[in-house]
């Protein structure tokens, strides 16, 4: 039997993702990635990206029918990266609330709500959230009269180089509530609520937003992908 060939990056082609955009930002990092459904290149690989478009039950059926739901809990249990992008993220928790309720990976403990527009004061807002918006770190509730352009230190190697208040480019109507707010490393406001943007819990880092859609700033993520992945600790 062919062994299944070792590739830099895996992008899960499940039929639920911009598999085309995030190729090229991996190419554009220094990536060689690949789009593939087989479970043994996922395993093989030596970092695996899950994006994601569309609805989360029809997602997790897919992942099912595929029979990746294992293999990608076994990744997020290595130390190998594993990277969630927009529905990739939402995925991750253990549950969602979109169209009734569906089981997640369980990856992360927590659950997906949709935008309540009740929440938005005298502030109307459109959902689904399209377009760009602003990456922070530390407690939510900011101000949003705050430029936030000064430099921090993210609390995943992931954001390295980014400043506070990033734009960054949105298209969703749920957004990831974790239970454990230390897995948090970014919170983004829209519609009067402060969510969780972006995550990481040892070697998973997810974003609600598309990276790969996002210009400099999201390419940055890539190429810290690249960085991480080509270090001894990523072997």
Known sequence: MTEPQTSQVAIVDYG????FSVSQACEQAGLEAV???SSKEIMAARAVILPGVG????????LTKLDLVSPLRDIAAS?????GICLGMQLMMTESQEFGTHRGL?????????FDSSKGGSRA??????????????????DDDDTGTES???????????NNGEYMYFVHSYYPRPVD????????QYGGIDFCSTLSLGGVFACQFHPERSGPAGLRIYQNLARLITTPEAD
Do not use: C, H
């Open 125 to 142: 807002f459109k959902i689904p959230q399209v377009g760009w918006n602003r990456i922070y770190t530390g407690t939510p509730g900011f």
């Open 35 to 37: 789009f593939t459904s």
């Open 152 to 162: 921090v230190t993210w609390r995943s190697p992931a954001l390295e180089g980014l």
């Open 16 to 19: 639920r993702g911009n598999l």
């Open 79 to 83: 130390p190998k990266p594993l990277i």
């Open 55 to 62: 609805a989360f039950g029809d997602a997790m059926e897919t």
């Open 106 to 114: 369980g990856i992360i403990e927590g659950d997906v709500l949709q």
């Open 181 to 188: 707010q230390r897995v948090v490393v970014s919170t983004t």
